[in-house]
């Protein structure tokens, strides 16, 4: 018995000495739309980003800071006007989480009014999903983070950070 105790604290302690210091990747792919400081609008997707310049693809890739020394397709902070982030697939699921949101708040209320002899109510759960399913679109498709760089090193930073904490988990 003193064997099986020691041997789960040893384990335990074996799988809590390793260090946690490196933030995980959550696997997002970002679209991007940067305007440069010509005006000239260019999209693509986010692939990684350094103190001073990104890396933008053409091809749907996940964000991931390994691509970092890649000096194809870099763009320093110098050359931004204005960027534009979305999450890639932001309108489906904005959709999803609608429609199920609304079809929760369909059936709750369906429930709590109890007027099932009317036959409205199979009506009221479906109208309610499709409200939440076009609010979850327009919430999908309008949710944006716009960073103003305007080649200010400091406006560089904070977006990096914004980035940074929308793809990578603590």
Do not use: C
Request: hydrophobic share 40%.
């Amino acid at each position: 018995m003193k064997h099986i105790a020691l041997s789960i604290f040893l384990l335990f302690a074996l799988l809590s000495g390793y260090g946690q210091e490196g933030r995980m990747p959550k696997g997002k792919t970002l679209r991007i739309t940067k305007i440069d400081s010509a005006k000239k609008s260019t999209y693509g997707y986010l692939v990684a980003i350094s103190d001073s310049d990104m890396v933008v693809m053409k091809s749907p890739v996940q964000f991931n800071q390994r691509f970092l020394d890649s000096n194809q397709n870099t763009t320093s902070y110098k050359n931004l006007s204005t960027v534009h982030i979305q999450r890639k697939g932001s309108l489906g699921r904005g959709m999803w989480i609608g429609a199920l949101s609304g079809l929760a708040v369909g059936v709750l209320g369906a429930a709590l009014d109890n007027a099932s002899e009317d036959g409205l109510t199979p009506a009221f759960v479906i109208l309610i999903t499709a409200q939440g399913f076009v609010i979850g679109a327009l919430v999908g498709a309008l949710w944006k983070k716009r960073f103003k760089i305007n080649g200010n090193k400091e406006k560089f930073a904070r977006m990096k950070k914004t980035v940074l904490d929308m793809t990578y988990g603590y």
